[in-house]
């Protein structure tokens, strides 16, 4: 599979810095992309990329995605 860690540019996850071992158990194996969600080009691309995979899982809450144009019925 290819998996890909989206996280914001402004909002980074604090493990990779904060415990690095922990970061590469968790996350080792996947890509990593950062995005400026005030983008609106890299929020374009970044809902191209949700409306074209196969699986979703996010932390996110479902109000956050809302704010994002990106509500659960529009996915």
Do not use: C, Y
């Amino acid at each position: 599979a290819d998996v890909v860690k989206v996280e914001s540019r402004s909002r980074p996850d604090p493990v990779a810095w904060s415990t690095p071992a922990l970061h590469r158990f968790l996350n080792g194996g996947k890509r990593s992309r950062t995005i400026d969600f005030a983008d609106p080009a890299a929020m374009d691309e970044l809902r191209q990329a949700i409306f074209t995979t196969d699986i979703l899982i996010t932390s996110g809450r479902a109000r956050a995605f809302d704010a994002l144009g990106l509500s659960r019925e529009r996915v």
